[in-house]
């Protein structure tokens, strides 16, 4: 069996499915070679997957998140951006940025999801044949700016930028959207330091984290700021759009769970979100370095070694779940690693399973049925991986 996970034809559509069964079965921790590269090893199993999450003082995120990582732009970054920090810093950043998400700071965030999902929708019936993927990649968009006080005129435009960053046609593109992104940041975090409002940016900048000195504290500097917001404004687009996406093509293609679904009404249970989610799985692999010899599985990893944690198989590993092939929308327990695990566990989890809720229940609400007017198009990537492109008539509710 031969599979090229470095390849992105691999993940151009859903043959994939079949090569990561068979490494879960025959080579769970399997030794990956690259032509002009060091090499990794693929952790391919719900419960390995786990331990790599959770065992972080083995498995370092500092040099890398992903494999196609460039390692001057990490070294840039490490240490200061929460994906590619380890503790204590990760700690440190991630106490402040995670309290600029919480309920108690925007415990408005429910109304502002459902107001910005009504107007998508609302724009969608009105035309009745659109491309789904398109609406739902705006709902994260919006929100988020909404919350870091992004002016409502700039939202779009800093949407269209930022998938120019993550889908440009060349690296030359990609890497100017993304200093665009970084230089708007910039400018934002210098406007929120002299002239705070109630947003996440403005909270973070006057809040204050903790240094190696005991007891000591100091403002996050602005690059930790600019470089983070990057991270907030890209996870929870790519999350978000990947599973919202994903979810009306299953519905299409299990007609009985969109029965369900409309049955149910609002409130939507848990379950059903967290099963969206397990089956989209946007974030294909997440890269760790071994810092020591260790074993995984019953087989050795060096110190240094890198480390790949692939989500989209865990999430389909037939130990972990029953019948994970299915799309139910009733199961439970639902374990899946869509938002990592540990101490990384995804700081936009909780607002992404709002936004999904939302999505979904306004969904039910104003739609009485959605046709397929096209095939579905995918994304060629294994990092994010998810529906592209989802043709549709929208039949508006009586």
């Known amino acids: ?20 069964a068979w490494l879960r079965e025959n080579d769970p921790v399997h030794w990956h070679p690259q032509p002009d590269g060091p090499g990794f090893w693929a952790v391919t199993r719900h419960a390995d997957a786990l331990g790599v999450y959770l065992d972080w003082e083995t498995f370092s995120s500092r040099n890398g998140m992903r494999l196609d990582t460039n390692p001057a732009a990490v070294a840039a970054v490490t240490q200061r951006m929460l994906i590619v920090s380890d503790p204590p810093d990760h700690s440190q950043l991630k106490r402040v940025l995670a309290k600029g998400f919480s309920p108690a700071e925007i415990p408005h965030a429910e109304d502002l999801v459902r107001r910005v999902v009504r107007e998508l929708l609302a724009e969608a019936l009105r035309e009745r044949e659109i491309d789904l993927v398109d609406l739902a990649r705006r709902v ?20 269209g930028t930022m998938n120019a960053a993550f889908e440009g046609e060349d690296e030359a593109s990609r890497r100017a959207a993304h200093a665009e992104i970084f230089l708007y940041f910039s400018e934002l975090v210098t406007t929120r330091r002299e ?18 000195v005991p007891g000591e504290t100091r403002l996050l500097s602005d690059e930790e700021i600019v470089v983070n917001c990057n991270g907030v404004l890209a996870g929870g687009n790519e999350t978000t759009r ?45 890269l760790r370095t071994a810092t020591r010899p260790t ?24 130990t972990a779940f029953d019948a994970p092939e299915r799309f139910d ?14 101490r ?31 095939e579905p198009g995918y994304t060629a990537s294994n990092f994010t991986w998810g529906v592209r492109h989802l043709p549709v008539r929208l039949t508006p509710a009586r």
């Open 242 to 286: 990947y599973s919202a996406g994903g979810a009306v093509l299953a519905l299409l293609q299990n007609p009985a769970e969109w029965e369900k679904l409309r049955a149910w009404g609002r409130p939507i249970p848990p379950s059903a979100i967290e099963e969206v989610l397990r089956w989209t799985t946007p974030g294909v692999h997440v």
């Open 344 to 374: 990384h566990q995804c700081l936009g989890a909780r607002l992404a399973r709002l936004e999904l809720t939302v999505f979904l229940e306004e969904l039910v609400a104003g739609v009485e049925a959605i046709e397929p007017t096209g």
């Open 1 to 20: 069996m031969l599979i090229d996970l470095t390849d992105e034809k691999t993940f151009a559509g859903n043959g994939f499915w079949e090569d990561l």
């Open 195 to 212: 002239e705070p409002g109630d947003d996440f940016v403005s909270r973070i900048a006057h809040d204050r984290r903790s240094t190696s």
């Open 329 to 342: 929308l009733t199961r439970t327990p639902n374990k899946h690693l869509t938002f990592g695990g540990g």
């Open 295 to 318: 074993r995984i599985a019953g087989t050795d990893i060096a110190a240094g070694d890198r480390v790949t944690v692939w989500n989209v198989s865990a999430n389909r590993d037939e």
């Open 140 to 159: 994260p968009t919006r929100v988020v700016c909404a919350l870091m006080g992004v002016p409502r005129e700039e939202w779009d435009w800093l949407g």
